[in-house]
Every structure is written in C-alpha cells, then in structure tokens.
C-alpha cells in the first residue's frame, strides 16, 4: 500500500494505492468522499481517493505519506464511515533495507546489467543492476518491492531483458542524499553494517 498527498497539486486528497497491479479496463465507483479505482472485469479495487481527507486525518506530508497503524485505522474509519465495505491490509516493514551482495553473474542478453543475489535479512531477492560499481560482498541499500523513491518512482517486480527482478539497488543520487556523487555507480556501505536492518538517511 502507497499513500500521497499534495495539497497544492490536487487539493485535499489522499491517494491510497493497494495494489501494483496496472488493470486493462477500469471503472470507478464513488460513496460520499471515496471514489473507488477498480478493475472491471473481477471488481478487484486497486485504489481509491479519499476528498476531503483533512475531516478524517492529519497528514503534513507532502508527496508520499509515510504510514503508520494509527493513518491506516483512521483511513479505515473513513472508509467505514462512508459505507466502503473494504478491510485495508497493511505490510508496515521497512521497504528500504541494508543488503548483502551475495553473488553477482552477468546478464544473458544485456552487457551492461548485472544479475545479483541479494540477501536482505530475512530472504533473498534477485535484483538486475546496471551500475558499473556493483560486485559481490558488498554491503549496500536496497530498495524492496513496494518501496517509493524520492523521485516518486515506486518499485516494482519486472523483468528487464527477458530476467526477472524485485528490487532496486540504490545509489546516493536516487536515495536524494545531499552531496551525492556526480557519476554513475551505487551507493556501497560499510563492510561491518548489519543485513536487514532499515536504511535511513
């Protein structure tokens, strides 16, 4: 789940994301201040737009909205409150994580890209990276599936060149570090930081 918020550019509206499925067709369906984004062949809702969002939460935020057990109740009470029969369904751990490059192997079809076995904690993820710095053993910052970027980028699993990926491997410029370094490359930690734990700046 993703939220954003952006007074200024769309007025009092929390966008809430649920899913990252894209839908081919969608329809829209709207009860008092929620209006549904829903796939119109299942009926599955893949998001909904929260009006007048200041009556039912507090949010500063500016952009992506960090979320927190007590947002989410109060969306729900929203949700409740205008006659949405939907239970929000949250994974609140932390999509951006310190990472272990635990094997790297060339790209069958690209030459630029990397194929890396990256151990997050509590698994192991398969990443395509195309920075030229990357190499095994190193300690880096990986952003999960689910993560928003800066940029507002938000990640997803793909397939890049026929190999598939569920994740991102980050550099100082896409984490939005300041002074990050001009040219291309990841950002590499420590070698002694610990796997798993949240990366913040």
Known sequence: MNMFYNTQGIGDVLLVQLTMDSFENIESETKGDITLIKDAQSGKVGAFNLFQAS???????????EITEDLVAKVQEALTKNGVD??????????????????????????????????????????VCGAPNVDEGQKVVVAKVGAVMPSGLVIRDAELRGVPSSGMICSAKELAIPDAPTEKGILVLEESTEVGIPFTI
């Open 55 to 65: 009556k039912y939460v507090s949010i500063a935020d500016k952009g992506s909205v």
């Open 86 to 127: 939907l239970v929000l369904e949250i994974d609140l751990s932390p999509k951006f994580v310190v990472g272990h490059v635990t094997s790297k192997e060339k790209h069958p079809n690209a030459d630029k890209l990397n194929v890396c076995q990256v151990n997050v904690g509590n698994e192991t993820i398969q990443i």
